[in-house]
């Protein structure tokens, strides 16, 4: 694709067989060799509250030059964040500017213009010349990727749908990438670009990695008997902390000045905007978001998926709650709701036994559901934490904090548990620096796109499973729901001309 290709060709939906990237060589899938003593030229995508409260560690990593930001919304309208002040202190802090404002309606950072801003003033008072001009700044990562040739890396920090064809458009261009779960919020858009990844050179790493707990402890229980033969395993979160809407809204609010609507869409089809889809709500519709447990669930699960070698679930069974309503005739009815996730859920994943385990039952919880307290605990006064981690065994359980750290054997053999017991650090270096240093040796890091497929088919199964309310039989070698064939729609996109993967 020539580069002198515009920004009107790219929204108006050019298709990659016009510009001859129908079909890509594995060789344009290679990965950009860097020096080790060079600085990575890294683009930066998503400049909402999340993107810009991370963009700090980055940019202050002597081994990156910020060269690029993107995102299709300009100013700093309609954003929430969790604390009124808290995103706003740190920027200021950042960049050593305590009166930085940043415009827009006056209240939470947010958009590419606050983006480009913090990237030159930071850059500007390490130059100390106040005057750097070098980062550029685009509403489409499909014209920046192809105009911009500078770029040897991207973090991508977008809503869960455009994950998935934004990682896609960095693979194919050699690009290597951090990104935020999930790698997409389809089942076989992952796949695909998991796939593409495994075949490529290019650095991938996925950052809720850093935050996941290690199961040395738990495996030494569970193999050395402590628990009996594990039969169950139990993770619940708080989530959703977020607004959840049970109707699709019916009202048309203005566009804000500078947000492109047809770019934040990307693939999914279009739709009147409204407030209620975008920035920290998101997640809460099935089109936009992975629910909470692509939210969470990457967190926790990821170690817990490698250390029990948990592949090929073959029957998940969803549970959810449901919203009613009154009609004009005074009756109620119960919503029809296929477009957003519940306002608590839990859905349970069958997996079969393996060489040295038995068949295990995984539950995920949210919305405020916990399992049931455990009789041990019960005997102890003691409640279920608001989040955590329960393996329940024939003959004991082991708990733990959310993300895997510092677990403890709550019944069972509780003389071998401390026998077994092991020194677990749980430190880690900071993510930045490990994605870094993985892309300046060529390496993978241990967080790489390559080793989630487990977490990544287990966070869109629960989205169809939920969206459709129905128990599947899943084959996991076709990747099909066999036993009620309408819910495989919920499995992949429909994509918008000019967002498929072949021509991103």
Not at 26 to 35: E, M, Q, R
Not at 284 to 305: E, I, K, N, Q
Not at 430 to 440: E, I, T
Request: charged share 20%; aromatic share 10%.
């Amino acid at each position: 694709m020539k580069s002198t290709i515009d920004r009107r060709t790219f929204i108006g939906g050019v298709s990659t067989a016009a510009v001859g990237l129908t079909i890509v060589p594995s060789s344009v899938l290679g990965g950009k060799n860097i020096a080790p003593s060079d600085k990575i030229n890294m683009a930066y995508i998503g400049c909402g509250t999340q993107g810009l409260r991370e963009l700090p560690d980055l940019i202050k990593n002597p081994g990156v030059q910020i060269v690029a930001v993107c995102d299709p919304q300009r100013e700093a309208v309609g954003y929430y964040d969790w604390s009124p002040k808290g995103l706003l202190n740190s920027l200021q802090n950042c960049i050593d500017d305590k009166n930085w404002n940043p415009g827009g309606d006056g209240k939470i950072p947010g958009g590419l213009n606050n983006g480009k801003d913090i990237v030159e003033s930071y850059y500007s008072r390490v130059a100390k010349n106040g005057n750097y001009k070098g980062c550029a700044a685009y509403t489409d990562f499909r014209e920046m990727f192809e105009t911009n040739k500078n770029i040897d890396a991207v973090k991508i920090m977008a809503t869960d749908h455009l994950h998935g064809v934004m990682a896609t458009a960095a693979i194919k261009r050699g690009i290597h990438l951090t990104m935020h779960k999930p790698i997409a919020n389809r089942l076989e858009e992952g796949f695909k670009v998991i796939e593409m990844a495994k075949k490529s050179d290019v650095t991938s790493h996925l950052i809720p990695w850093e935050s996941n707990g290690s199961m040395e402890q738990v495996l030494a229980w569970i193999k050395g008997g402590v628990i009996g033969e594990l039969k169950e395993v139990h993770n619940w979160s708080n989530r959703p902390v977020w607004p959840q809407y049970a109707e699709i809204p019916a009202e048309q609010p203005k566009l804000p000045n500078g947000f492109d609507w047809d770019l934040w869409l990307g693939p999914e089809a279009a739709r009147p905007y409204h407030p209620n889809y975008t920035n920290m709500v998101f997640r809460g519709w099935y089109d936009f978001g992975g629910g909470a447990m692509a939210d969470m669930g990457h967190y926790s699960l990821w170690t817990v998926f490698g250390g029990l070698e948990l592949e090929n679930p073959y029957f998940i069974e969803p549970q959810r709650s449901h919203v009613c309503g009154l009609t004009d005739k005074a009756t109620a009815y119960r919503l029809n709701n296929d477009y957003a996730f519940p306002y608590a859920s839990s859905c349970r994943f069958k997996y079969p036994k393996n060489s040295w385990r038995p068949a295990v039952d995984l539950i995920w919880y949210d919305g405020g559901i916990r399992p049931a307290v455990p009789e041990a605990l019960i005997q102890q006064d003691h409640e279920l934490p608001q989040e955590g981690l329960m393996f329940v065994g024939s003959k004991g359980i082991i708990m733990s904090p959310f993300m895997l750290k510092d677990p403890y054997v709550v019944s069972g053999d509780l003389k071998l548990a401390e026998e077994l017991n092991k020194n677990v650090s749980y430190e880690r270096e900071s993510g930045v620096q490990r994605f870094v240093d993985a892309v300046k040796a060529g390496k993978q890091t241990a967080g790489s796109f390559r080793e989630a497929w487990p977490i990544t088919e287990a966070v869109n199964l629960y989205s169809a499973a939920l969206r459709s309310n129905k128990n599947l039989k899943y084959d996991s070698v076709k990747r099909q729901v066999t036993n009620t064939s309408e819910v495989n729609k919920y499995l992949t996109r429909e994509y918008r001309a000019g967002w498929g993967l072949d021509e991103v």
